[in-house]
């Protein structure tokens, strides 16, 4: 790790991020806006903002006082070198795996290797869970070949979202209902399938993960679901506001960039932005408005294959992973820090949140680590 995090250092920062792995919220940091520089120092004896100053009962190392971030007894020191390491929440993000085949079966091998290698507490499944049109009800066969079978040796939840393709008609997505199926799935049976309903939301330590239904959001504006996707945008918001945790992460089915055939939200399949439904002008329009500078990172699939979009929507960092089973090619030119460029290449990403730092691993089905990078709060 300590050789990954020197390579990280190496890598240009991040746009739009606080780059590296220090930030001027940190203390002990020598290289921020410093506290034991004598401009502004916390040391300066002259500085009434002096964190030393004995006689200064704003002082951080007055040994007498509450607050001080050097008393050793101080359960919220953050100089105490005693406090305990953050606890890492670590998990995979793969998408589009619904297919049962060869590819899909690689990338859950080489989901295991890494796992037991570095630690995987639950898997993220970005949608187009079952290819072509979803599962007929729980005791569909597919369950077993597509989903059971091939993450048999992965013992974690998995957190689902629900693709176009998990929507029945033809994998337009236009049966909406019929995703709710993998919903029932969950409590009918014995698994590591988790997903208490269309979207929801789960927390682990502290980060808390949004699981949106974009497939759902794509026919805004058709009778009944047009309020469904009010209620969704409701309860989005709630959420936020009422988030406690340190990092927020979104995930859904469809991007907001991509580099693939299906492109950005607004412009999907090259089309214009004012084709009805078929763009995604209501998903943009939805994430611009609702989710876009409130959540540190949203991960999606459609397009499959692996991205880490340069541009953010307002902040949010934007990451595509749909390899999980089957490729499609890079055709698009939006800018990006990396993304797969071998048409052959499936695969997953490996995300580790370790107090305020995230690192984001692209791994492939060979298990071979072909990117990552960082970022701190
Ligand atoms: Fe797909």
């Not at 993450?151 to 176009?164: A, E, I």
Request: charged share 20%; with cysteine.
């Amino acid at each position: 790790m300590t050789r990954l995090l020197l390579l990280l250092l190496v890598l240009s920062p991040f746009p739009g991020c606080n780059a590296g792995f220090v930030t001027a919220n940190n203390d002990d940091d020598l290289v921020v806006p410093d506290d034991d520089d004598s401009g502004s120092d916390d040391d300066d004896a002259t500085d009434p903002a002096d964190d030393d100053d004995a006689t200064d009962p704003a002082d951080d190392d007055d040994a007498t006082d509450p607050a001080d971030d050097d008393d050793a007894t101080d359960p919220a020191d953050d100089d105490d070198a005693t406090e305990p390491p953050p606890t890492p929440v670590r998990f995979v993000a793969l998408g589009d795996t619904g297919e049962g085949n060869a590819d899909q079966a690689l990338v859950a091998t080489a989901m295991e290797t890494v796992c037991a290698a570095q630690g995987c507490d639950f898997a993220l499944l970005l949608g187009d869970n079952f290819y072509d049109v979803g599962v007929d009800d729980v005791n569909d066969p597919l369950w077993q070949t597509h989903f059971e079978t091939p993450y048999q040796n992965l013992s974690m939840p998995f957190y689902p979202t629900l693709g176009n393709h998990d929507g029945g008609a033809g994998g337009t997505g236009l049966d909406v209902f019929a995703g709710n199926v993998q919903v029932a799935y969950t409590t009918s049976t014995t698994t590591n399938w988790t997903m208490p309903d269309r979207y929801y939301s789960h927390i682990h330590e502290n980060a808390q993960f949004l699981s949106l239904d974009t497939s759902l959001m794509f026919f805004d504006g058709f009778p009944i679901i047009t309020s469904l996707v009010d209620d969704q945008e409701t309860w989005l918001a709630g959420q936020l506001a009422g988030s406690t945790s340190e990092w927020k992460i979104a995930y859904g089915p469809h991007p907001y960039l991509s580099n693939g055939p299906h492109g950005n939200a607004g412009n999907y399949e090259g089309l214009p932005s004012f084709t009805p439904y078929a763009a995604g002008t209501e998903i943009k329009d939805f994430m611009d408005t609702n989710l876009c500078g409130n959540v540190d990172l949203y991960l999606c699939g459609h397009d499959h294959s692996r991205q880490w979009q340069v541009n953010t929507c307002a902040g949010t960092e934007l990451v595509v992973s749909g390899g999980g089973a089957k490729r499609t090619d890079i055709e698009g030119s939006n800018p990006v820090y990396w993304q797969d460029t071998d048409p052959d290449m499936e695969g997953f990403v490996w995300v580790e949140i370790l107090g305020g730092t995230i690192t984001l691993e692209f791994w492939n089905k060979n298990a071979v680590m072909e990117y990552t990078g960082s970022w701190s709060k």
